[in-house]
């Protein structure tokens, strides 16, 4: 039997996904909850879970799934936790992904497309607002609402001060100066969720393409590889005139000086997502 720590039965529902930490389900007997239950114990777990479940009772962004309770076994050590469940969300590789759009959001067009990147600005913004970091923002962890809003999950590995440690991280979505490194040791920053944002906004934009997949960089090389080695990037001629047609051309340099600065030398340099959430909310 498990029990969160106010002696609350926890009864186990039916899976709804699994990822590297943990496995997530619902909550047999609360509906709108969901149960993350990890795969193994690691050191310090129960202190950060406990220490966010304290930071976040005052007003914290409600688009977060944050751990609201810790969850005991009969031993009375903490096995995960529960959070909001998001039950008609869907993961945004479901949404930027054309195959995966026509099931998933099949009425979804490209107005949609632009107010989830611009909604997805606006929460990661609020997040950085209220004094966190997401620390591992990537294809999976941003979850989409029919109506083009967005909800952040695994907020368990959210890193907090004053260290601003995260232990995991999806190379993808990582600048260069992450890639390869320690994440045991490697203090993260708001430019570092910057660049994932960006990425995220621009597979958005550009139907799921990657900013490093061929431009900038090597056709066949892994993305990781060409973050890492390359360093470089550079909108193509064909990708501008994607942005003049759905934006117009007057509109369109704003978005295109972002992209530039955010990959640019790999490394992000956008000062803020509230910058990417006032271009797009500007078309």
């Not at 002696?7 to 496995?23: C, D, K, L, N």
């Not at 688009?63 to 076994?73: G, M, S, T, Y």
Request: aromatic residues 10%; glycine residues 8%; hydrophobic residues 40%.
């Amino acid at each position: 039997m498990l029990r969160t720590t106010d002696g609350t039965p926890v009864v186990i529902g039916h899976r709804i996904g699994r990822g590297g930490e943990g496995t997530v389900y619902t909550v047999a007997n609360a509906e709108r909850l969901a149960l993350k239950i990890y795969h193994e114990h690691v050191a310090g777990r129960e202190h950060h879970i406990q220490s966010l479940i304290e930071a976040t009772r005052s007003g914290a962004s409600a688009a977060v799934a944050w751990p609201k309770r810790r969850v005991l076994d009969p031993s009375k050590a903490t096995v995960g936790f529960l959070m909001e469940a998001f039950c008609d969300a869907r993961p945004i590789h479901e949404l930027y992904t054309p195959f995966s759009r026509r099931t998933c959001f099949p009425a979804a067009n490209f107005a949609f497309l632009r107010r989830t990147a611009l909604n997805l600005a606006r929460v990661v913004a609020r997040v950085h607002d209220d004094g966190f970091l997401i620390g591992d923002l990537n294809h999976s962890s941003v979850l989409v609402l029919p109506n083009a809003t967005v909800r952040l999950v695994d907020a368990d590995s959210f890193p907090l001060a004053p260290n601003f440690i995260c232990r995991v991280g999806t190379p993808e979505y990582m600048p260069f100066d992450l890639q390869g490194a320690d994440l045991n040791t490697v203090p993260r920053s708001p430019r570092h969720d910057i660049f994932a944002l960006s990425v995220l906004i621009y597979q958005l934009l550009f139907d799921g393409r990657h900013p490093y997949a061929g431009y900038g960089g090597r056709p066949k090389a892994a993305l990781a590889d060409n973050i890492t080695r390359v360093k470089r990037y550079q909108l193509s001629d064909q990708q501008r005139n994607v942005l003049h047609n759905r934006f117009g051309m007057t509109r369109t340099p704003a978005l295109t000086d972002l992209f530039q600065t955010s990959f640019s030398q790999g490394r992000g340099s956008v000062s803020n997502a509230q910058s990417w959430a006032d271009a797009l909310a500007n078309f």
